[in-house]
T-cell receptor, first 117, second 114 residues
């Protein structure tokens, strides 16, 4: 069965610190997608990144970077020089693929990040 | 370009009642998925609609039903409400393209069952 584990329930850092959010997934599929979403207190899930299982290149977008390692089934997310506005709950998700039916998302429990000034 | 919209924002019901939640997808999207998010948990997949048909369903009882209209908007109906149905209900839209597409979420409807 597919599963996503985010072992860190809460993380608290001081502004400008770097922080890494861990995500470990389980799947038997050879083709799958991984996602990160951000959920601020308003509740709306904001899409951050999508990665497919064939592309293990790390990605950087501004202060955000992602490290995908199939060997350890991990897809970790790092925020460099954190800011108060980064405070939110972050979810890692795995997409189960059924051809031509889109994919349902399987979410982890989320990591609540608190960045203090 | 309007994003995913949901209504109402908040709703309070009592046990045994029925509720209908509404979702309008992002412009250009034709697929709508619904998720339930209990407090402190990750969202759980309820079902997905495409071409006005339910295409996939998660582990939710038949009390949860849905509908998709020709304009791609969607409704989620929950009958015989239980206290445990209290949650944030999230709608996500995507463009079905044969491979998984990114799902974009609306702001959610917070349902409280008393």
């Amino acid at each position: 069965a597919q599963k996503v584990t985010q072992a860190q329930t809460e993380i608290s850092v001081v502004e400008k610190e770097d922080v890494t959010l861990d995500c470990v997934y389980e799947t038997r599929d050879t083709t799958y997608y991984l996602f990160w979403y951000k959920q601020p207190p308003s509740g709306e899930l904001v899409f951050l990144i999508r990665r497919n299982s064939f592309d293990e290149q790390n990605e950087i977008s501004g202060r955000y970077s992602w490290n995908f390692q199939k060997s350890t089934s991990s897809f970790n997310f790092t925020i460099t020089a954190s800011q108060v506005v980064d405070s939110a709950v972050y979810f890692c998700a795995l997409s189960e693929l059924i051809y031509n039916q889109g994919g349902k998302l399987i979410f982890g429990q989320g990591t609540e990040l608190s960045v203090k000034p | 370009d309007a994003g995913v919209t949901q209504s109402p924002t908040h709703l309070i019901k009592t046990r045994g009642q029925q509720v209908t939640l509404r979702c309008s997808p992002k412009s250009g999207h034709d697929t709508v998925s619904w998720y339930q998010q209990a407090l402190g948990q990750g969202p759980q997949f309820i079902f997905q609609y495409y071409e006005e048909e339910e295409r996939q369903r998660g582990n939710f009882p038949d009390r949860f039903s849905g509908h998709q209209f020709p304009n791609y908007s969607s409704e989620l109906n929950v009958n015989a409400l239980l206290l445990g149905d209290s949650a944030l209900y999230l709608c996500a839209s995507s463009k079905l393209s044969g491979v998984t597409d990114t799902q974009y979420f609306g702001p959610g409807t917070r349902l409280t069952v008393l």
